[in-house]
């Protein structure tokens, strides 16, 4: 008996699923995700000066540690900013900017943040994944 085409059609198989796997991203975080214009290494003075952490606990950031607002951990991960809007660069820019346009009545207040401010902010709260350490 002749093996070969035997042998070709495992190959061929092999070939397919490697083929089938390099295409498979398993719901792939936003880590890392770029916010055109923001700089993460700004992130900290901004914070300070807007006193986003009287409210909110932010890893790597040590004087965020409040517990009005949500703990910002792991933001990379989430699918929603304020359980309304996609997560995405554009909309967190929106929100932390002007969250009163956003949700009427939300607890958190407008704070004047300037554009760059938020694009910062925003660059460092993508940096925020799974292998965040409150320790930075
Ligand atoms: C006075 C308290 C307060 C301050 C100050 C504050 N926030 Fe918030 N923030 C909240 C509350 C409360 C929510 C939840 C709002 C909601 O879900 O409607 C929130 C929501 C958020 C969310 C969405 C959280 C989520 O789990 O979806 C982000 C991001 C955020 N704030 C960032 C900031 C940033 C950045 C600053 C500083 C510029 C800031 N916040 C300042 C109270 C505050």
């Not at 295409?23 to 880590?31: G, M, N």
Request: hydrophobic fraction near 40%; glycine fraction near 10%.
């Amino acid at each position: 008996m002749r093996w070969w085409p035997l042998i070709l059609v495992a190959l061929l198989a092999v070939a397919t699923v490697a083929f089938a796997l390099s295409w498979y991203t398993p719901d792939e975080p936003h880590e890392n995700v770029r916010v055109a214009g923001g700089d993460a290494s700004r992130a900290s003075a901004a914070i300070g000066q807007l006193g986003c952490g009287t409210c909110h606990t932010i890893p790597g950031i040590k004087s965020a540690n409040g517990g009005a607002g949500p703990p910002l951990i792991r933001w990379s991960e989430r699918s929603y900013i304020a359980g309304r809007l996609p997560n995405t660069p554009a909309n967190l820019v929106r929100w932390i900017r002007d969250p009163q346009v956003i949700e009427p009545g939300t607890a958190m207040p407008d704070l004047g943040a300037s554009e760059g401010q938020a694009r910062d902010i925003a660059a460092y709260l993508y940096t925020l994944g799974d292998r965040e350490r409150f320790d930075r």
